[in-house]
């Protein structure tokens, strides 16, 4: 009786040696049978990589203005807050007045804080201080480039004290994207068409794939000088004799694309 459970046992133990054999030998061949028709159906290509760049000049045709208004030292918060809504009212009257759409002057920061003075070792509450940024949005400044210098002139003119800068930008950018890319892929064609010459290889294939960069645009920016800025400060009876010369010139977009050749 011992004798036969021992042979049982023993073809028990063989039995699941062949079953686990069996098992290996199948992922074996399913992992053959998939790099086969990898093969097949996507065969190894010899690559090369080239970068073209395209670059598309432009003239801006959209203008933001940030300018602000600060009021210093006034005797209670609820007068410096009316001080300065006052200002923000006149300067927004005298925009509007010159065309810009109430929905292109947006405000980009409020503020309320009282300025303190020290006199041994003791804090004292001198008086208020309240701010105002708003930014104005002028458009088709391609078409009338008088039209920022007119925004600059005209706030000072009603109150303004602060001007933070003015930003040229082409308000749909994406036909200029997309030129900037065509030109980027030719280029890179014209490259590896003369490298591969160098290199005596008889004949480049079509392009497998490709990406492409972040796009970057050359002086997006336009500020104010400083003299400018600081002749419009101060209240709404000072005039500005000399108008400002804000202009944006042209600007350049500039598309990276690394190409993929097949190389036969």
């Known amino acids: 009786m011992e004798e036969i459970n021992i042979k049982e046992e023993f073809n028990k133990k063989k039995y699941s040696f062949y079953l686990i054999l069996a098992g290996l030998v199948l992922v074996t061949i399913v992992a053959v049978v998939s790099l086969v028709r990898e093969r097949i159906i996507s065969p190894i290509q010899n690559q090369v990589t080239v970068y073209g760049q395209g670059k598309v000049e432009y003239k801006p045709d959209t203008a933001n203005v940030t300018l ?17 809504n006052v200002k923000i009212k006149k300067i927004n009257e005298a925009v509007l007045a010159l065309g810009i759409s109430v929905d292109d002057i947006k405000t980009q920061n409020y503020n309320l804080y009282p300025n303190y003075d020290y006199k041994d070792g003791i804090s004292k ?11 104005i949005k002028v458009r088709k400044v391609d078409e009338n480039s008088e039209s920022v210098n007119s925004v600059v002139m005209t706030a000072g003119d009603n109150g303004t004290n602060e001007i933070q800068g003015v930003n040229y930008y082409i308000d749909d950018i994406s036909v200029l994207k997309q030129k900037a890319r065509i030109l980027a892929l030719t280029d890179a064609r ?75």
């Open 68 to 84: 602000g208004v600060r009021v210093d030292r006034a005797g209670s918060a609820g007068e410096a807050l009316e001080q300065l």
């Open 125 to 135: 509450v001198s008086g208020y201080n309240a701010s105002q940024n708003i930014s």
């Open 190 to 264: 014209s490259k590896a068409s003369a490298l591969a010459k160098a290199a005596g290889i008889r004949r480049l294939g079509k392009v497998v794939s490709w990406y492409e960069d972040a796009p970057m645009t050359t002086d997006n920016y336009d500020y104010a000088n400083a003299p400018v800025a600081m002749g419009l400060g101060g209240s709404a009876e000072a005039k500005s004799s000399i108008p400002p010369q804000i202009s944006s010139g042209t600007q350049d977009i500039v598309v990276n694309m690394g190409v993929n050749f097949e190389v036969k």
